[in-house]
């Protein structure tokens, strides 16, 4: 019962830690090189969900200043995770325009397939 | 009388400008269409840079206080500042200077190694590059240091992937990959650190951490941000196990790059998880609650060893000197595993408050050292690779007949960097020595110079490969480098050996440095 509630009290944590895993996992476990990037993005994205689950309150609004709004979330943490987005989209562009540079390099985009095709590793 | 004016104007305004000039240098690099161009406003940026680092390095060891830079003039807790303090300052002005020394090698090195089109965004990447670094060394704010660390890493990436083979598009590949999980695994350190204290500010994190220790239930959540923070920062240093992006990126990457890279980028980060470690976490946290120093001393001298042998049995220059480079990495860590470590009483017969921890100081020196000994090394490597377009020991045996002023620079600082008397390598070894000593740790003494014999073995047999051998067919056509390329590989070879017998640059400042992380503690 305990369990239960803590899982229904703290669920955006939850989702944030099987996300992390999840993205981590993919990265290290797929061939692919686009789905590790996949993996990555995933990764990074659960970044967001634990900013930003502490930061909002249940009917908090904008910081405005007007007497008819007394409860506020935190905007700092958006603020910073609309930074990390940026960065993550541009990690993300970047590794995509590399594994188009691959793919047309060595025709494939299998990691193994790319090692058996430089095996001399001068 | 309007210039001094101006400089009078400007001056407080010199730590943003270390992060402006470099990142405007770089839009305008991005727009030229000539190469040479392009390089000829790095080379003024590099040098603007390197004199600013200097002038804030100046005027903090005069004053002894730091310099607070508030953002938009906002106050510490709620806007970004810049603080520039000894170490900071110390290592800000490494950096700017190993850049501004390598750039007149760049010109004709990137012309021979880049494609035409390709050259002016190569400037444009390298400039962001060190604006980031800049930035991470500069920044007094966690999230601000992580959005720098991003802004170097994914220049770094470019940079990477510009080289001639295309498997340095691989190896960018797999450092954005092992990078980025670096910085996010860094940023969710940081976010615990947030929702624990409420602030992004290393010094009012610092001073806020307190109360969360003293609650048994947060503690683990500090544990935890601790955790994280060291491994991502600790993938990006490439401490030991963490290290495999690094053989890659540095082989593959053109000449200058690799140079540049090895000389500061591994030692911006270095620097980020000393401020963690010293300045945020403090050192009595990471000692009672995690074996911190423990963890980072083994893995220190795993990397000083088992990243020697790697260098011993590899048949490829540079990639031999990326393997040093792990182990290098392992002595400065090692020194800053020590410092976190209580100093014996017996030894000290100063009171410590006063005097500098010598592990501490060692682990800066070495910074310095490195620094400038693996930019020799990879200029020289890439002063032959501009003549004969190879680094494979087959291809450079019997190279120093006919390249005899590069070999010999590339001889000097190979011997720095084994630690000869003599040389700066010997200094920054001697310290990590007494550091040892002071804790208590014996047998790391012996470790240190056991390991050095191995770096004996793969200099040798390079220096063996390079001057005994028969020339190979491209090493007997080639030339000596030219100018461009000899001032800058030279005042560093120079200065390896000038930094071995007046200290007073290096270890002064280092030791002022680790006064102010760890002298006050204990």
């Not at chain 1, 944030?16 to 686009?34: C, E, H, K, Y």
């Not at chain 2, 020339?471 to 120079?494: G, H, N, T, Y």
Request: proline letters at 4%; a positive charge.
């Amino acid at each position: 019962m305990q369990a239960l509630e803590t899982l229904a009290t703290h669920y955006n944590y939850f989702i944030t830690i099987v996300l992390m895993i999840s993205g981590l996992f993919i990265v290290i476990a797929r061939g692919n090189l686009i789905k590790k990037l996949v993996g990555l993005s995933l990764f990074q994205t659960s970044v967001y969900l634990l900013y930003l689950t502490p930061a909002k309150i249940l009917g908090g609004t904008a910081p405005i200043y007007n007497p008819a709004y007394k409860v506020y979330s935190n905007p700092l943490p958006h603020v910073l995770m609309l930074t990390a987005i940026v960065v993550g989209v541009a990690t993300i562009a970047l590794g995509l325009a590399l594994v188009v540079r691959i793919k047309e390099a060595y025709g494939t985009i299998e990691e193994d397939e790319i090692f058996s095709k430089d095996p001399d590793s001068e | 009388m309007s210039a001094m004016t101006f400089l009078n104007a400007v001056e407080p305004h010199l730590p943003i400008l270390l992060i402006i000039v470099p990142l405007f240098g770089a839009l305008m690099a991005t727009f030229m269409r000539s190469g040479t161009v392009a390089w000829f406003i790095s080379l003024v940026v590099s040098v603007l840079v390197a004199l600013i680092a200097w002038k804030l390095l100046n005027t903090i060891l005069s004053t002894g206080t730091p310099i607070i830079y508030k953002i938009g003039n906002w106050e510490a807790p709620i806007g970004i500042v810049y603080k520039v303090d000894q170490l900071s300052g110390f290592v800000l002005l490494v950096i700017a200077a190993i850049a501004a020394v390598m750039m007149p090698f760049a010109r004709r090195s990137i012309a021979a190694e880049i494609k035409q089109r390709a050259q002016p965004w190569y400037y444009a990447m390298y400039l962001l590059c060190l604006a980031g670094l800049m930035g991470i060394v500069i920044t007094g704010d966690a999230f601000n240091a992580f959005v720098f660390l991003e802004i170097s890493s994914l220049a770094t990436y470019v940079l990477i992937a510009l080289g001639r083979h295309r498997r340095a598009l691989l190896a960018a590949y797999q450092y954005l990959i092992m990078g980025t999980i670096g910085a996010t695994l860094y940023v969710i350190g940081i976010g615990l650190l947030y929702v624990l204290t409420g602030t992004l500010n290393f010094d009012d994190i610092a001073s806020r951490l307190g109360p969360a220790l003293a609650d048994p239930e947060r503690r683990n959540a500090v544990m935890a941000a601790l955790g994280f923070a060291f491994v991502g920062v600790s993938l990006k240093l490439a401490l030991f196990p963490m290290h495999v992006w690094l053989p890659n990126a540095y082989t593959y990457a053109p000449s200058v790059a690799t140079a540049f890279l090895a000389g500061t980028a591994t030692k911006a980060a270095i620097y980020l998880l000393i401020r963690l470690l010293f300045t945020v976490f403090g050192v009595s946290i990471s000692i009672e609650t995690l074996p911190v120093p423990q963890v980072l001393i083994v893995l220190s001298i795993a990397a000083m060893f088992l990243a020697s042998f790697s260098a011993v049995f590899e048949n490829n220059a540079k990639r031999m000197l990326a393997y040093s480079s792990i182990a290098q990495v392992g002595y400065i860590m090692l020194g800053v595993g020590l410092a976190c470590l209580p100093v014996l009483a017996a030894t000290t017969d100063a009171s410590p408050a006063t005097t500098p921890n010598n592990g501490m100081t060692a682990g800066l020196v070495h910074i310095a050292n490195h620094a400038i000994m693996k930019a020799a090394l990879f200029l020289a490597l890439g002063a032959v690779y501009y003549r004969i377009g190879s680094v494979l020991y087959k291809d450079i045996a019997g190279i120093g007949r006919t390249m005899p002023l590069t070999m010999l620079a590339f001889g000097i600082a190979g011997l720095g960097l084994m630690g000869t008397p003599g040389t700066a390598g010997f200094i920054s070894k001697w310290y990590l020595a007494l550091g040892a000593i002071d804790t208590g740790w014996y047998s790391i003494v012996f470790l240190i110079v056991a390991s050095s014999l191995i770096s004996l073995i793969y200099i040798g047999r390079i220096t063996e490969v390079v001057w005994f051998r028969e020339p190979s067919a491209a090493a007997a056509q080639a030339k000596e480098a030219p100018l461009s390329m000899l001032v800058p590989l030279w005042i560093l070879a120079l200065l390896t050996i000038y930094l071995g017998l007046d200290t007073r640059a290096t270890v002064d400042v280092a030791a002022e440095a680790a006064k102010v992380l760890v002298g006050g503690i204990r």
